[in-house]
DNA sequence: AGTGGCTCCTGGCGGC
DNA sequence: TGCCGCCAGGAGCCAC
């Protein structure tokens, strides 16, 4: 699943070949991909040129400048525009992929790049979403979500990070895989996160100390780097742009290997549901100690 | 306000 | 062997 170092080695990737390039046209395939028309998406997007690429943590921020004046297109006056933003959240499954012809399934939008190049974003389990934005409304769009700081960013300190976790009866693997309170963390990474600080993943928010705290802080710093230096965890589908897997997926420690050995201890690593989401965590490394928070519910 | 549960979606896999 | 049904999970939405 494309977590923040995921969305991030796309970004890099595309940075080395989209930027400059025109983006001609539109064609969308599956129109739940957006709550946008293609008409709507054509309109705010097609004309402009590559200006940059950004992510917000697990979004990914295409740069489209201004129209230019263009007379050769035969297809339609062409509609003057000023500079938009197209939005891509990958969510499970989704991939953007340079393909000349039809791709092995259809793409879910498709866009043309001139010269000669097609982008096509595949997404076997339909969750990832297009949004094509004024740049003005960007940081409504945001706001609305109430997306969280970005991890490497100046406002995620170790202070903002205990007076967001005080108070919280919440277990810390359901405050991780919240965005409004950290962008970019999904269940990968929070899963390893925990393990590297040493916390079970079901301790309430509110119960850790100020030296937990900031072990957490730094371990979620940590494991996220060594996500990207990685380039990425290739578990079910993820390949950047290019078709190439990342490697993080052999560096795991807990996630997905219930019952296997602790790298560090050798206790089996044990697997509960927290929040709907499979969790991982080694029982000796990751004690439950004070401050738990309820278990899930008895099974009906 | 904080929290948990449900929903979307499809390939893959376990069980019979 | 074949088929049915369940599971995975990011984020939006809803209920309590």
Same mark, same amino acid.
Not at 64 to 74: H, I, K, N, Q, R
Not at 131 to 157: C, H, I, V
Not at 243 to 259: A, I, K, P
């Given at each position: 699943?494309?977590?923040?170092?995921?969305?991030?080695?796309?970004?890099?990737?595309l940075?080395?070949?989209?930027?400059?390039?025109?983006?001609?046209?539109?064609?969308?395939?599956?129109?739940?991909?957006?709550?946008?028309?293609?008409?709507?998406?054509?309109?705010?997007?097609?004309?402009?040129?590559?200006a940059?690429?950004? %992510? /917000?943590?697990?979004? +990914?921020?295409?740069?489209?400048?201004? $129209? &230019?004046?263009?007379?050769?297109? !035969?297809? @339609?006056p #062409?509609?003057?525009?000023?500079?938009?933003?197209?939005?891509i959240?990958?969510?499970?499954?989704?991939?953007?992929?340079?393909?000349?012809?039809?791709?092995?399934?259809?793409?879910?939008?498709?866009?043309?790049?001139?010269?000669?190049?097609?982008?096509?974003?595949?997404?076997? %389990? /339909?969750?990832?979403? +297009?949004?094509?934005?004024?740049?003005? $409304? &960007?940081?409504?769009?945001?706001? !609305?979500? @109430?997306? #969280?700081?970005?991890?490497?960013?100046?406002?995620?300190?170790?202070?903002?990070?205990?007076?967001e976790?005080?108070?919280?009866?919440?277990?810390?693997?359901?405050f991780?895989?919240?965005?409004?309170?950290?962008?970019?963390?999904?269940?990968?990474?929070?899963?390893?996160s925990?393990? /590297?600080?040493?916390?079970?993943?079901?301790?309430?928010?509110? $119960?850790?100390?100020?030296?937990?705290?900031?072990r957490?802080?730094?371990?979620?710093?940590e494991?996220?780097?060594?996500?990207i230096?990685?380039?990425?965890?290739?578990?079910?589908?993820?390949?950047?742009?290019a078709?190439?897997?990342?490697?993080?997926?052999?560096?795991?420690?807990?996630?997905?290997?219930?019952?296997?050995?602790?790298?560090?201890?050798?206790t089996?690593?044990?697997?509960?549901?927290?929040?709907g989401?499979?969790?991982?965590?080694?029982?000796?490394?990751?004690?439950?100690?004070?401050?738990?928070?309820?278990?899930?519910?008895?099974?009906?």
């Open positions: 699943m494309p977590e923040l170092p995921e969305v991030e080695i796309v970004r890099r990737r940075l080395t070949c989209l930027p400059g390039l025109v983006l001609r046209d539109v064609t969308v395939n599956d129109p739940k991909v957006s709550e946008q028309s293609e008409a709507e998406l054509r309109l705010l997007l097609a004309g402009r040129r590559v940059g690429l950004r %992510r /917000r943590g697990k979004y +990914l921020l295409v740069d489209l400048a201004a $129209s &230019e004046p263009c007379t050769t297109d !035969a297809g @339609g #062409g509609e003057p525009g000023g500079p938009a933003v197209a939005v959240h990958l969510r499970m499954t989704g991939q953007l992929v340079f393909l000349p012809g039809p791709g092995e399934r259809p793409a879910r939008f498709i866009w043309d790049l001139e010269p000669g190049t097609r982008l096509h974003f595949q997404d076997v %389990r /339909r969750f990832g979403r +297009l949004w094509a934005l004024d740049p003005t $409304s &960007e940081e409504a769009f945001f706001t !609305a979500r @109430g997306m #969280g700081p970005e991890p490497f960013g100046p406002e995620f300190t170790v202070e903002y990070l205990r007076a976790l005080h108070g919280r009866r919440a277990p810390l693997k359901s991780l895989l919240d965005q409004r309170r950290l962008a970019g963390v999904g269940n990968i990474y929070a899963d390893e925990l393990f /590297r600080a040493g916390l079970h993943p079901l301790r309430a928010g509110g $119960s850790l100390g100020p030296r937990e705290a900031r957490l802080h730094t371990a979620l710093l494991t996220l780097q060594a996500g230096d990685h380039e990425g965890s290739s578990i079910e589908s993820f390949i950047d742009p078709g190439q897997r990342g490697s993080f997926q052999d560096m795991l420690r807990v996630y997905q290997r219930t019952g296997r050995p602790c790298r560090v201890c050798g089996a690593v044990e697997r509960v549901v927290v929040g989401r499979g969790t991982h965590y080694c029982p000796r490394c990751q004690p439950r100690r004070r401050g738990m928070a309820p278990g899930p519910p008895p099974r009906r």
